[in-house]
């Protein structure tokens, strides 16, 4: 068993480390075309403009750049070592139902605090598990989920404006002129990001629905399920870490005391320990008892 753990863990080493790079290739081919070719064929007379366009496509890259190398390198949060007694550890192993605020994880023999869950992929108990990515080689949790859908969300917006610049080459009876070779690499462009922004466009709404109502996407299926067999009772569930949309946002990317906007520029690391979380009343938290 342990030399099976042992090759998996080879072989998603090697694998995410390729898929990493095929990523980081593909970004910085989208770089070098926007100054090579896009930025030549489609640069504005106005010289206001053309610095505008310019300072934009250079913090949007720069913005890529920074969330793309956190999410694959801020590590997502483990439990901490010392969280619990080892006399309480012993009782919450021998004791399913040992009134505790952890649980035990069987797999990594230690506690593991709420919105904790045990990812399969690394092997390890993830703070606030979202999903593991092969793209960051990374799992996404608490400390990297802010990154990562920051990255996504840039992504997106850069992927949008490279589709306004270049769709003018993609449209023939737009009367664009241009060499044959810039304008077919022009029309790849625009049908790249046409592609990525669709793909990854629904990829952030979901991000950003899970953000607003404070949930994971593995919490999204436990509360529908919880919901459902609380219809099924007569009884009303409630997330009990949802907070209202604006409190949900601030939490989340860190803009308590600052105008939402904030998040665009917002690149540090999360505050709080991954562990403990508002919640919303007590007369909500146990109004049904599902686990």
């Not at 505008?52 to 801020?74: D, E, Q, R």
């Not at 802010?146 to 769709?167: E, M, W």
Request: aromatic share 20%; glycine share 6%; net charge neutral.
């Amino acid at each position: 068993m342990q030399v099976i753990q042992l090759g998996f863990n080879l072989a998603r080493k090697y694998f995410g480390i390729t898929f990493i790079f095929f990523a980081t290739i593909l970004i910085g081919f989208v770089y070098y075309t926007y100054f090579a070719t896009i930025l030549p064929e489609t640069a504005p007379n106005n010289p206001i403009l053309l610095i505008i366009s310019i300072l934009f496509a250079l913090w949007i890259m720069w913005a890529i750049g920074v969330t793309f190398f956190k999410s694959c390198y801020v590590g997502p949060g483990h439990p901490p070592s010392g969280l619990i007694s080892r006399e309480e550890l012993q009782e919450l192993r021998e004791n399913p139902n040992y009134d505790s605020q952890f649980r035990y994880c069987k797999k990594c023999h230690y506690a593991k605090p709420e919105r904790t869950h045990h990812d399969a992929i690394t092997n390890t108990c993830i703070l606030k598990m979202d999903h593991y990515c092969p793209w960051i080689n990374n799992c996404v949790g608490y400390y990297n989920h802010k990154f990562f859908l920051q990255f996504l969300f840039y992504l997106c917006v850069g992927c949008l404006y490279a589709c306004i610049l270049t769709y003018p080459a993609y449209h023939a009876e737009s009367g664009y002129s241009a060499t044959s070779s810039s304008n077919e690499t022009l029309e790849f462009i625009f049908i790249l990001c046409v592609t990525i922004f669709i793909a990854v466009g629904f990829l952030v709404s979901w991000h950003f629905y899970l953000v607003f109502t404070n949930q994971t996407s593995i919490e999204f299926y436990e509360n529908r399920y919880y919901k459902k067999v609380a219809q099924e009772r007569g009884e009303v569930y409630y997330n009990v870490y949802d907070l209202g949309y604006k409190k949900n946002f601030e939490q989340f990317f860190g803009t308590e005391g600052h105008h939402w906007i904030s998040f665009l520029w917002n690149f540090d690391i999360p505050k709080g320990d991954g562990v403990h979380f508002p919640k919303i009343d007590n007369y909500f938290k146990n109004q049904i008892n599902l686990v």
